[in-house]
């Protein structure tokens, strides 16, 4: 039940941000600070959340197979890989090392 | 001023593009972007939603990034609310692109609560490249509704095979939502104030973990935001006033420009990423930013 709260909240505030962007004037949302902030929040969020799920184990930090994972996803990204195969190369390695270290 | 900027753009870009090769363009986001849906199917069925909880997830929210973090933040075991205000905070820069397409497409008022699904980082970026309202309107209806399928069905796929192999851990799925985050994010990071976001955002969101209920520390590593934007005033006024104490006028209008720049890149430049859009919108432009 929990779950389809999350997943309605989502879809609602969503949908409505997206459709806001269609219907409001230009004049609101293009304020020089708005737009910066609208362009760092992503970062930051993104960046947050890469942490997190690469580093948290509930509540605590742990370094496993995942950082392996996430830093052969850092090296397709480096060499312009597409997106899947940056993935892609993320769960192979995590797979991998986990094999190895059992 | 970014309007002017891609009016100008478009005007040079001569008329109308041929049908075909717009097509072709929102084809090929569409399909490259659209398979990674099957990444979101296993990620969540492995975070431990239903089949049906993770396809209405992709029927209903369609934007990449929001889906993914909402299925890390519950299989964290935050709470309904704080994993949907994550994801919602994540969606925010579609209204961004929905305010530019209003002006490209010029959709009437009836059409635009069904075109909304669809204002997402890819279609803003093929839409907003095209030269005229024409082939605008047809790349963004192309490149939606081949998005929006496939994405719908490949997380389908992805859910039904995650169910059918059990363990998603043991075969590395798990390291599927990081990646995507870091493939989504190392295009945004073009600048130092970016960077410092989010090393920023890194620190408060590992630093607090230990600390605060799940989910939060997510939502206060959103901080990194206005915490980098505030210093960069300071900055800046420091800056100015220091200027302005030696009468010098004139470098006040050129900073600005120079400080504006960068930024309106980045918006009107969904699209100006367009040189290497197959290569980049398909990975990246991908879902998150530009999603």
């Known amino acids: 039940m929990n779950t389809w709260i999350a997943i309605g909240a989502t879809a609602a505030g969503c949908s409505l941000v997206k459709l806001a962007g269609l219907l409001v004037p230009a004049g609101v949302l293009e304020r020089p600070l708005v737009r910066r902030f609208a362009a760092l929040l992503p970062v930051a969020l993104l960046a947050a959340l890469t942490a997190q799920q690469t580093f948290a184990d509930g509540h605590a930090l742990v370094l496993d197979a995942r950082a392996a994972g996430l830093t052969a996803a850092a090296v397709a990204l480096l060499l312009r890989a597409p997106f899947l195969l940056i993935v892609g190369a993320a769960v192979v390695v995590t797979a991998g090392v986990r094999a190895l270290c059992g | 001023m970014a309007e002017q900027t891609a009016l100008t753009d478009r005007r040079t870009d001569g008329g109308g593009r041929p049908d075909a090769a717009v097509v072709r363009d929102a084809l090929g986001v569409g399909i490259a972007v659209g398979l990674s849906g099957f990444a979101f199917g296993v990620t969540s069925a492995g975070s431990g939603l239903s089949v049906w909880q993770t396809c209405a997830l992709s029927l209903l929210v369609f934007t990449g990034a929001s889906q993914f973090a909402l ?80 994405w719908n069905l490949t997380t389908l796929l992805g859910a039904l095979g995650a169910e059918a192999i059990g363990d998603t851990d043991a075969w590395g799925l798990d390291a599927a939502g990081p990646a995507v985050f870091l493939a989504l994010l190392a295009p945004m990071l073009r600048t130092t104030a970016e960077r410092a976001v989010a090393g920023l955002a890194v620190l408060l969101g590992l630093g607090l973990l230990p600390v605060l209920p799940a989910g939060v520390p997510v939502l206060m590593a959103a901080l990194a935001a206005p915490a980098v934007l505030y210093v960069e005033g300071r900055r800046r006024s420091h800056a100015e006033g220091l200027r302005g104490s030696c009468r010098d006028g004139r470098s006040d209008g050129t900073r600005q420009s120079d400080r504006t720049r960068p930024d309106d890149q980045s918006r009107s430049g969904g699209p100006a990423g367009q040189n290497d859009r197959a290569g980049r919108a398909g990975r990246v432009d991908t879902e998150e930013e530009r999603r």
């Open chain 2, 71 to 150: 299925v890390g933040a519950l299989a964290a075991g935050g709470s309904p609310l704080t994993a949907a205000a994550g994801a919602f905070f994540l969606g925010v820069r579609n209204a961004f692109y929905g305010l530019r397409l209003s002006q490209s497409l010029s959709l009437p008022r009836a059409v635009r609560p069904f075109a909304a699904q669809w204002v997402i980082d890819e279609t803003a970026a093929v839409s907003l490249a095209q030269p005229g309202r024409r082939a605008a309107r047809l790349g963004f209806a192309v490149t939606g509704l081949t998005l929006y399928v496939l």
